[in-house]
Every structure is written in C-alpha cells, then in structure tokens.
C-alpha cells in the first residue's frame, strides 16, 4: 500500500524517461544497419577470395587463363585470371576486387 509520503512515478517523469530511451534508440539504430551492411560486404568479399584461392590453386599448373562463375546463397560470383597481366579479379555485387602481381 502506498502512504502518503510515498509516490510512484509521475506522468511527465515517465514520459521524460521515454523520451530519452527512444532518443537513444533513434541514435543507434542507423549505426546498426551501417555495421550490419559493412559486414555483409566484407563477408562477400572474403567468400569471393576463398572461391579465388580455390579456383587457382586447382588451375596454376595449367597456366592459362580462365573465367568461373559460381553462385552461393543467391549470391554470384564471378572470378576471373589473367596470366598475360597477372591479374586475379572476383566480382560479387557489382563490387570488384583484383590482385595484381607488383
């Protein structure tokens, strides 16, 4: 039972304390969706250089060049190799990356 000397929480204190969680929350919440799209992209690319690492060391000996697309999780990749630049490119999202030989 509450005396008379003992309150509970008021409207506007309780409306203050929702204010500043939903203040919080509204801060925060666009810097998860930046992480979890970073993210994302950074696991495409280390699949795309997995699939890479795979394809040439399967095809070093044959020294040629080649083309290989493969599709993963509705994802595609597209990896190409070309000895005559001694280029190694993988394409996966409309984001390329290549390796070149310095």
């Given amino acids: 039972m509450l005396r ?3 309150r509970g ?3 506007a204190e309780s409306l ?3 204010m ?3 203040m919080l929350a509204a801060s925060v919440l666009p810097l998860m969706v930046q992480m ?3 993210s ?3 696991w495409e690319r280390q699949k795309g250089m ?3 690492y795979e394809e040439s060391g399967k095809r070093l ?3 040629k060049d080649f083309q290989v697309v493969y599709e993963e999780e509705g994802e595609k990749y597209d990896i190409s190799w070309e000895t005559t630049k001694a280029a190694a490119c993988f394409k996966v999202s409309g984001q390329a990356s290549c390796i070149n030989k310095q």
Avoid: C, D, P
Wanted: glycine share 4%; no cysteine; net charge positive.
């Fill in 20 to 22: 500043i969680i939903v």
């Fill in 40 to 42: 994302k992209a950074l």
């Fill in 61 to 63: 000996l044959e020294r």
């Fill in 36 to 38: 979890t799209g970073q």
């Fill in 16 to 18: 203050l304390s929702l």
């Fill in 4 to 6: 008379n000397n003992e």
């Fill in 9 to 11: 929480f008021t409207l």
């Fill in 50 to 52: 997995r699939f890479l």
